[in-house]
């Protein structure tokens, strides 16, 4: 049966590249391999300093837009912190909250991620809402638990009308960056778990629209295994998102899956 979803495929740049010229040409090459329509949903989200050239480049296409952080204050005396507003001004569709290099390397808390879930949709924007256990974690059996908490916390008080249109991505902290990527059963397995802890808090119904990626060490060798799972509703793309070739390969695997009637 096909699923109610579609697949999304985010590239996160994360700090690169270092030169605007080079985040224009990355862009430009997503843009013109993807085409002018795409069944998959295809987003790309660059530093915040080239957010507005890429927007521009991006102008007419399917293409997604997407900051990688944001305060959950509307505006005022945040040094070095950008409001949503601003990302929606610059023309972002969704904004990457809670990813483990901000949760593990400062210390970002899961009642900050649920503040900015919160500031997030209230100006229009897609949060994807990062979660993962780290190895040690996983070795001590403790991943759903970890999930579990990372959820109860990130999600506090959503409402249900308001879940639907929420990313989540299941990121390992093991397989990012590392090139070990986690094996298809053992991502479902994590992404099954998610889906039945959404279902129970809003309804089988609403768990079964949200899109909930993968990320950590996705290629284009091995996009196709993992989005074949019935729970991988897309991926997000670290190192794989900085080659043009490879992205969009990762985005060909997905028109695969897609075509071969698993998805809308
Ligand atoms: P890599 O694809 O480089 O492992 O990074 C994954 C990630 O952190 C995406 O947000």
Request: with cysteine; aromatic share 4%; net charge negative.
């Amino acid at each position: 049966m096909p699923l109610n979803r579609p697949l999304l495929i985010a590239g996160n740049w994360k700090m690169n590249p270092t030169l605007r010229a080079d985040a224009v040409a990355l862009a430009t090459a997503v843009r013109d391999g993807v085409g002018p329509e795409s069944t998959v949903h295809v987003a790309v989200c660059p530093p915040a300093v080239y957010l507005e050239a890429v927007d521009a480049v991006l102008e007419n296409s399917p293409i997604g837009l997407g900051a990688q952080n944001m305060h959950w204050e509307p505006s005022g005396a945040y040094t070095g912190e950008l409001a949503g507003a601003m990302l929606i001004d610059v023309g972002c569709t969704h904004v990457i909250l809670g990813h483990s290099e901000r949760r593990h390397g400062l210390g970002e808390t899961d009642e900050q991620i649920n503040q900015k879930l919160r500031a997030a949709l209230a100006v229009g924007l897609i949060p994807i809402v990062c979660l993962g256990e780290r190895l040690a974690e996983r070795e001590a059996g403790r991943t759903e638990q970890i999930l579990e908490t990372q959820l109860n916390g990130s999600l506090a008080g959503l409402e249900p009308e308001r879940a639907a249109g929420v990313v989540l991505a299941y990121e390992p902290v093991w397989a990012i960056g590392t090139g070990k990527v986690a094996s298809p059963d053992q991502a479902q397995a994590a992404h099954a778990f998610i889906r039945r802890w959404l279902a129970e808090r809003f309804g089988a119904a609403i768990a079964s629209r949200v899109i909930v990626q993968y990320g950590g060490s996705v290629k284009p060798d091995n996009a196709a295994g993992l989005l074949e799972q019935p729970d991988i509703d897309g991926a997000l793309v670290g190192g794989a998102s900085l080659n043009a070739g490879d992205f969009l390969g990762i985005v060909q695997a997905a028109r695969a899956v897609s075509a071969a009637g698993k998805r809308h």
